[in-house]
């Protein structure tokens, strides 16, 4: 077989999980660098070590690349995993969030009518060429900043048809796009305005048309709800999401963002993958995701853009819980897909070290999204799906911050960007 090698890489971070699928606590510290490293691909990483002893190999004749890549001066990374994205949409949101800068907080504007909703009624209008087109150009972008698997979440449309059609969009993208791309379910985000007033029903249509007909579809893996302070209680959360197990579909949940409702403890209770946000978790469910197994997935992005506290990230890594963060992106409380400035907030707002950031953007997020054994490390065996950054270390994308630090984007052994 004959595959291209890459040699001369200063610094190969490889983020090996050692056998395992995700890092904890102090193993995150890890992350399995080689220096003066080579790496020999196809469509699968078929050989890792040092340039010395590429060398010997094709001397020997036991290693025949037909291309061979000099990457002096660069460091390769496993290419990021966007494990939480909205990025299926239409329209934009760009005067709320200027009245946001004037003073006006997401929860006024939402209680206005406005936030969530305001994408609802534009996407609800578009057609599924439109939202494609739209998540195309945000998903191409991401991957312009080294995202190359990503998860989509349906959920502006909360109505039967308008969700399966932003579930067929992330199909479409799927089949256009050289990424991994992961649909979930969110008819869960927030009540639809006909039903403002009896928002139970529409639980119930949830539980008993909605899920069972995007099963049926088999076009979503997940699915997630928004439980939270003014949108779904834990008790229709459990709803939703037994009626979703009852389909075959995994869990993952939008948990604690605007104020601790025990939403962590229901994710760990409905054994989902998964609780996201968790700027107000308690102390007692971070232990309780710890003991369950629940990965953590910190957007603080969201934090950022929404102007909130961040969520507790210390903590949450050091008693054990596998933590993962992602972009959130959306037209409302995080727009951005780019995983770089991601991996810069949760260094500086929460506190991780880069050797964490780059853990959580990688591994951890793969295994949150059940691809940990294709991606989000350089290891033998997985897809070469990998990052040449442009400096010789991964350091840099933390210290020289606010710019692109990719040269390269390869996905499943070709170069996408
Ligand atoms: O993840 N929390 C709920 N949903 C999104 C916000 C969506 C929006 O404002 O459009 C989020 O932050
Ligand atoms: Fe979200």
């Known amino acids: 077989m004959s595959g291209t090698l ?43 070590g040092t340039t010395e002893q590429a060398n010997e190999l094709i001397e020997k004749g036991e290693m025949t690349p037909n291309k061979i890549i000099a990457a002096k001066d660069h460091s390769v990374i496993p290419s990021f995993v966007d494990s939480h994205t909205h990025i299926v949409f239409a329209g934009n949101r760009a005067d709320e969030f200027n009245a946001r800068l004037r003073g006006a907080t997401y929860k006024e504007i939402a209680e206005k009518g406005g936030g969530i909703q305001t994408t609802v009624t534009a996407t609800r209008n578009a057609s599924v060429e439109e939202l494609f087109e739209n998540a195309k150009q945000l998903a191409m972008s991401a991957m312009k900043y080294g995202t190359t698997s990503i998860e989509i979440k349906s959920g502006y449309s909360l109505e039967l048809e308008g969700e399966l059609k932003q579930l067929k969009a992330i199909k479409m993208l799927k089949e256009a796009l050289p990424m991994n791309i992961v649909p979930t379910f969110l008819g869960a985000h927030d009540f639809p305005k006909e039903f403002k007033d009896s928002p139970q029903k529409y639980v119930d249509i949830l539980c008993n048309e909605m899920i069972p007909r995007v099963a049926e579809e088999g076009l979503a893996e997940y699915c997630d709800a928004f439980v939270d302070l003014g949108y779904y209680t834990v ?103 780019n995983m770089q400035l991601i991996l810069s907030l949760s260094v500086i707002n929460m506190k991780m070290t880069a050797e964490e950031a780059l853990t959580a953007a990688t591994l951890n997020a793969a295994y949150s999204l059940g691809i940990a054994d294709k991606v989000g490390s350089l290891e033998v065996g997985k897809e070469a799906d990998f990052i040449i950054l442009n400096s010789d270390s991964f350091n840099n994308i933390f210290y020289h911050f606010g710019i692109n630090h990719v040269s390269s984007v390869y996905h499943k052994g070709i170069k996408v960007v």
């Open 235 to 337: 008790a229709q959360g459990e709803q939703i999401f037994n009626a979703a197990k009852e389909y075959g579909m995994k869990i993952r949940m939008h948990a604690d963002e605007l104020a601790d409702v025990d939403a962590a403890f229901l994710a760990t209770k409905v054994g989902a993958v998964s609780a996201d946000h968790l700027l107000f978790v308690s102390d007692k469910n971070i232990e309780a995701m710890a003991k369950a197994g629940t990965v953590a997935t910190l957007l603080p992005g969201t934090a950022y853009f929404i102007r909130m506290p961040y969520a507790p990230a210390r903590k949450i890594i050091d008693s054990g819980v596998i933590t993962a963060i992602a972009t959130d992106c959306n037209p409302g409380s995080s727009f951005t897909e």
């Open 6 to 48: 890459l040699k001369y890489i200063k610094q190969l971070v490889t983020v090996s999980g050692n056998g395992k699928q995700y890092k904890i606590a102090s193993e995150m510290q890890d992350v399995g660098i080689i220096k003066d490293a080579a790496m020999y691909f196809t469509d699968k990483i078929e050989w890792i």
